[in-house]
């Protein structure tokens, strides 16, 4: 089993930072970057997992990926967090150059919040297919939406 992020409550990654920026009220400067990532939300893969132990027999050994049906961009995450903070933070669209300009300063400071690491992370893209999976367990349907799982998980991380 391959997932890609999972998210949930108590998340403590990447989600987690990008929401204490946007929760912050700092305006969002990636907004040129334009990207698609697969995620998991805990609870679809609880529901992998819960799937897979019941199948186990019928199941084809292999490489399954685990995601959730729907890929999400870091534009419609940051939207998605200021929908469930009710904060009307503005996006600066600063050029991509001054983008990667400033992620080289931070790559030298532990004090600036971006570096290039975490611009890639931010920014790149990473799609995987649950297609397999699904189809090797008759699944139609997840029980959760990409942005519905991503919806709870901010929730929680805003209770924290």
């Keep these: 089993m391959r997932p890609p992020m999972v998210h949930g409550a108590g998340d403590k990654g ?3 930072q990008l929401f204490s920026i ?3 009220g700092i305006p969002y400067p990636l907004v040129r970057f334009k990207n698609k990532r697969s995620f998991l939300s805990v609870d679809n893969f609880c529901f992998f997992v819960e799937q897979i132990v019941l199948q186990h027999a019928k199941i084809n050994s292999g490489i399954y990926h685990l995601s ?3 890929t999400l961009s870091s534009n419609e995450i940051v939207n998605i967090m200021k929908q469930e903070t009710g904060l009307k933070i503005p ?3 600063l050029p991509k150059s001054i983008i990667s300009f400033l992620s080289k300063i931070g790559d030298r400071s532990s004090v600036f919040p971006l570096n290039t690491w975490r611009l890639k992370k931010l920014t790149s893209n990473l799609v995987v297919s649950n297609k397999k999976i699904k189809v090797e367990l008759a699944i139609e349907r997840l029980p959760k939406t990409a ?3 991503l919806r709870e998980t901010i929730r929680a991380l805003k209770q924290k």
């Design 14 to 16: 990447n989600l987690k």
């Design 68 to 70: 959730d049906d729907e």
């Design 147 to 149: 942005k519905e799982g």
């Design 91 to 93: 996006c600066f669209p």
């Design 22 to 24: 946007v929760s912050k």
